[in-house]
């Protein structure tokens, strides 16, 4: 119990409690005569007094109830104060100009925050992908078959499918700093750890570590919309989202060329702990708590301490935050949402397979560059630069869609329009599928070397495109469950994603790079639909759904 609810009134008992009826049984009152045992005297004279003995408990507890409610105007004046009272007591913002309103901040700060919040995202996916170059060297260190090396990378997105059960749950109670940084620090010593086992144990380290290092993805997008104005919001989720795919697209180029130097795969891990702990210390000094509810929640403990009076409290701690709290909002209710909602279980297995296809292409280009064409494993992972650049064509896409976006907004009364996050989704469900035939049939040795490259930037703006508009359409469909909506969406993801590396370099090899990104295509294209029947009857949907606005 809080402080404040101490200094509450006390609720009166008697206006929980019902009255006795007495319609239901006219005997009650001793007004009707009970004749079913009157043919002994001895029956009626106990039937008498028992009848007496009830018939003055009756006026007893009539006479209380009448007494209740020549009372009930006191109470209720009693309760009306209390409301008043613990009104009064309620912390809020100073007006809508207030300073410490995180919409309020100066747009210089929350464009500093953003890049805070993405560099640290690119830390924590950059270590996702990494250690896809560095498989097969540990599987060759510690005698094992390579599909358990590549164990790592799956055991890592293991981690990312958990690890928002327990930092979402936080984000919302502790506020977003807290478990930022716990996370973050957690992730850093998982990383060390990874880079400094012995033996097999480090499959242990990668999944902690991918537990941890979900924290920040889990986080960043959620305090990105603390502090962005409708306006603002395009341009911030633009620059994370191309930070949530530089990272990983950055870490086969990197691991690479350190696991083909005289470094061993070791450097991998390490260049990830040194870079996580600066960026660590850098969240610590320059990113403040953008959660208003805990802004608030902070601003009436000062309250308390400056004024004595202990009534002072914030919304935030009225919340009920207790174990079925987390078990209905953050375990049941999220899987129960991807069962019988259609929205979000198709978009959610569209999205898990764009997420499964780029984890995929960490061990699949390979095989084309570096088997096929003979290059190096560093020049052969330089290829990823053209997803990266397709990456951010459909960042530019996203921005292009803003203004349309606000626009539809306002003329909505400034309530979001879901079914305008989906035009740019179906332009990437189509360069996608495009993408992925063109790459297809141009692997071939004799074909330059330039020509399925430049397939891959279609194929990286369809993948982004798909998955943050997606994932902003879901948003904006279950406003208030959209952390559950998420949660369900980021559960299915990280399984393909997890999934996905353990047999794309097989898919690859056995049914060749042609017929094995045909496939890929061709999926693509079945379901390409997707975003476009939810263009036309996504409101109908909205409308019989139980969860969506």
């Known amino acids: 119990m809080s402080i404040y609810s101490a200094c509450r009134f006390a609720p009166c008992p008697f206006l929980t409690t019902s009255p006795p009826s007495y319609e239901s049984d006219p005997t009650a009152l001793g007004l009707v005569q009970d004749t079913s045992m009157s043919s002994s005297p001895s029956v009626q004279s106990a039937t008498a007094s028992l009848r007496s003995d009830h018939s003055l408990e ?21 309760k009306q104060e209390e409301d008043v009272n613990h009104k009064a007591f309620l912390v809020d913002w100073d007006g809508t100009d207030d300073p410490e309103n995180p919409l309020n901040w100066s747009t210089a700060r929350k464009h500093g925050i953003t890049l805070t919040l993405s560099f640290a995202v690119v830390v924590v996916t950059f270590a996702s992908s990494v250690y896809s170059s560095a498989s097969s060297a540990v599987a060759k260190q510690f005698g094992v078959p390579g599909k358990v090396g590549k164990l790592g990378i799956t055991l890592f997105l293991c981690g990312y499918a958990i690890g928002p059960l327990a930092w979402g749950p936080l984000s919302e109670r502790q506020g977003r700093k807290p478990p930022m940084l716990i996370s973050y620090l957690g992730f850093v010593l998982f990383s060390l750890a990874t880079a400094t086992a012995k033996d097999l144990q480090m499959l242990i380290c990668r999944f902690f570590g991918g537990v941890f290092g979900c924290g920040p993805l889990s986080i960043a997008g959620g305090a990105m919309a603390d502090y962005s104005s409708l306006e603002q ?6 620059i994370y989202s191309f930070a949530t795919f530089a990272g990983p697209t950055f870490g086969p180029i990197l691991g690479s060329f350190i696991v083909e130097s005289h470094l061993s795969w070791r450097w991998t891990e390490y260049l990830t702990a040194i870079v996580g ?3 660590l210390l850098v969240l610590l000094v320059a990113l403040p708590e953008t959660y208003a509810k805990r802004i608030l929640q902070k601003r009436a403990e000062r309250r308390r301490l400056e004024t004595r009076q202990w009534a002072w409290h914030a919304q935030l701690d009225e919340e009920a935050f207790d174990a079925r709290v987390v078990v209905t909002k953050f375990l049941t209710r999220p899987i129960v949402m991807l069962v019988i909602e259609p929205m979000i279980l198709l978009l959610s297995i569209y999205v898990a397979f764009i997420y499964g296809i780029l984890y995929l292409l960490f061990g699949s280009l390979p095989v084309h560059y570096v088997e096929v064409r003979g290059w190096s494993e560093g020049v052969g992972s330089l290829p990823f630069l053209a997803l990266l650049i397709g990456c951010g064509l459909g960042c530019l896409v996203m921005v292009g869609f803003n203004p349309r976006y606000v626009h539809m907004c306002k003329l909505n009364n400034c309530q979001p329009v879901p079914e305008e996050r989906l035009l740019p989704m179906i332009v990437g469900a189509v360069v996608f599928p495009v993408g992925c035939m063109w790459y297809a049939w141009t692997t071939y040795a004799s074909v330059h070397w330039i020509v399925p490259t430049l397939a891959l930037v279609p194929i990286g703006c369809g993948i982004i495109l798909l998955f943050l508009q997606a994932l902003n359409y879901l948003i904006d469909a279950y406003l208030a469950y959209a952390n559950s909506a998420l949660a369900a969406n980021s559960l299915l993801r990280s399984l393909f994603g997890a999934g996905f590396p353990l047999f794309g370099t097989q898919m690859m090899v056995n049914l060749g790079l042609q017929w094995a990104n045909t496939v890929i295509g061709l999926i693509g294209v079945a379901l390409l639909p997707i975003p476009i029947l939810f263009y036309i009857y996504g409101k109908r949907l909205r409308r019989s759904s139980k969860f969506a606005t």
Do not use: L, V, W, Y
């Open 58 to 78: 009756a006026r007893a507890d009539h006479a209380n109830h009448m007494e209740k409610q020549a009372e009930s105007p006191a109470a209720a004046a009693t």
């Open 233 to 238: 919001r395009g341009i911030a989720i633009a």
């Open 277 to 279: 702990f600066a960026f």
